[in-house]
């Protein structure tokens, strides 16, 4: 698959995380069925030397909630400050109520 195919497709499946809620690499990797959470990690890594805001980076996260990407921001204090304008609180570079905010592409993504 074309790299800017699949970029687009983890974009896509990014702009799609409700407000409030955050996802995880690995789960947008699982959801396309293409590559692996290092995959999603690169493209969203892409992205961000753009720094395109329409697609929303800082819900992703790591698999145990941390803000691994973090420093992929124009500061290392942007993701926690965008996560907690939408009512996500985040206590040591990790999402307060990790399993309660997550968010699966597969709840809310248009398969057809």
């Given at each position: 698959m074309?790299?800017?195919m699949y970029f687009e497709q983890v974009?896509?499946?990014?702009?799609?995380v409700p407000i409030g809620r955050v996802t995880t690499y690995g789960a947008i990797a699982d959801y396309l069925a293409l590559g692996s959470a290092?995959?999603?990690g690169w493209a969203?890594?892409?992205?961000?030397?753009?720094f395109d805001?329409?697609?929303?980076?800082h819900r992703v996260v790591?698999?145990?909630?941390?803000?691994s990407g973090r420093h992929q921001f124009p500061t290392p204090e942007y993701m926690q400050l965008m996560l907690e304008q939408?009512?996500?609180k985040v206590e040591n570079d990790r999402v307060v109520d990790f399993k309660g905010r997550f968010w699966h592409p597969g709840?809310?993504?248009d398969n057809g």
């Open positions: 074309e790299r800017k974009y896509d499946v990014v702009r799609s290092r995959m999603v969203l890594r892409n992205m961000s030397a753009q805001g329409d697609v929303p980076a790591n698999r145990l909630g941390e803000l939408e009512g996500v709840e809310g993504m």
